[in-house]
């Protein structure tokens, strides 16, 4: 049908122009916010756009799902403005019609959306954390900035160079600040290299003074040296079971149904039916009166899917902490919102009116 056809070309670009906005915008938080972590140490700043690319990747579902509704919201907005509404209800068809032609458009974008919150969202979240659990389990030679105080991985060491070398093996005026075992050393020298003996690296210093004070400072060691030699070890990476339930995949939550995980799950699934949804609820809030304003329906649809997306958010929570359980609110809450969405969109359809039916009702009794 022609009409079918052009509304959906209608509608492929305006999802391609608003999914350009919103990846520009996401891409452009992402990359302010992945700055910050790098700032602070939690990434390898050689790391940033791999760590904001795998970010960007996870939150494609919810940009998707955004891009779709407001597509089809603005599209059916403006044809009620331009009065083609008219004639599509002038040719004896209802607003119920428009469902299948929204359908065929959409169910790419429902299927990538599926596959993006079941399969690609965890392996995003696993490879964003072996990112920075990598970088934050270095070794403490390799934390060693020229001019910058850095902690061991530890955490019970500080160390400080002025200069290095090319080649990273040496430096001058080193700063060692240790607390271990009740006691405080803070080791300083003109000069340090490092030497690799048997199986682990020993960072030597040269020309050096040792403070070292008790935990009750009722005692303080001074010690001068030539030649001084601490072993700086690298950690090595370690697996963990007990890994986030969001870098898990979507098989291995159903395979160990634990809170946690099923909490995780709902939001998954909830993604994909939420976009299933915002189909049916486009329908229903994209009609506009011609005389009033443009952009009180916009607001009001974006408002309904922000209000969604918490649920989403609350209901995990709730489903994590034991409040609710995983099948009642899958289906109370996505299965709620596509009966209120079709009975509301049957009621546009039909064009129903409360006072009918009251007028409906005294005239029965």
Not at 105 to 120: H, K, M, Q, S, Y
Request: hydrophobic content about 45%.
């Amino acid at each position: 049908m022609l009409f079918h056809s052009s509304l959906r070309k209608e509608l492929a670009r305006s999802f391609g122009a608003t999914l350009v906005v919103l990846v520009t915008i996401v891409m452009t938080m992402t990359l302010i916010r992945t700055l910050g972590q790098a700032t602070r140490g939690s990434v390898n700043p050689q790391e940033i756009m791999m760590v904001m690319g795998y970010t960007v990747l996870g939150y494609l579902p919810t940009i998707l799902t955004l891009s779709l509704f407001i597509a089809i919201v603005g599209t059916l907005s403006r044809m009620y403005r331009d009065s083609e509404m008219v004639i599509w209800f002038a040719a004896g068809r209802g607003l119920s019609g428009f469902l299948g032609p929204l359908f065929r458009f959409a169910w790419p974008v429902l299927l990538v959306v599926a596959l993006l919150a079941l399969v690609v969202w965890p392996w995003a979240n696993q490879q964003t954390q072996e990112l920075k659990d990598r970088y934050g389990k270095r070794g403490d030679l390799e934390r060693v900035a020229p001019g910058q105080f850095q902690e061991s991985a530890s955490g019970n060491r500080v160390f400080f160079l002025d200069k290095d070398t090319p080649d990273n093996k040496s430096g001058k005026n080193i700063f060692i600040s240790t607390n271990e075992h009740g006691k405080e050393t803070v080791t300083s020298a003109r000069s340090g290299r490092v030497d690799s003996i048997g199986d682990g690296q020993f960072l030597v210093l040269s020309n050096g003074q040792r403070l070292e004070t008790t935990a009750s400072k009722d005692q303080l060691k001074i010690s001068e040296f030539e030649e001084y030699a601490a072993r700086v070890g690298a950690n090595e990476l370690t697996a963990s079971d007990n890994a986030p339930a969001k870098t898990r995949s979507t098989f291995a939550l159903v395979m160990e149904p634990t809170r946690q995980h099923l909490a995780e799950l709902g939001w998954r699934l909830g993604l994909a039916l939420a976009a299933l949804n915002f189909v049916v609820i486009a329908i229903t809030v994209s009609s506009v009166n011609p005389r009033a304003g443009r952009s009180g329906n916009l607001v009001f649809a974006l408002f309904a899917f922000v209000v969604y997306y918490n649920l989403l958010n609350l209901g995990q929570s709730w489903i994590g902490s034991g409040q609710a359980g995983f099948g009642g609110f899958i289906v109370g809450l996505h299965g709620g919102v596509m009966l209120a969405g079709l009975l509301w969109l049957a009621k546009q359809h039909n064009n129903w009116a409360l006072r009918q039916l009251w007028r409906r009702q005294g005239r029965a009794q």
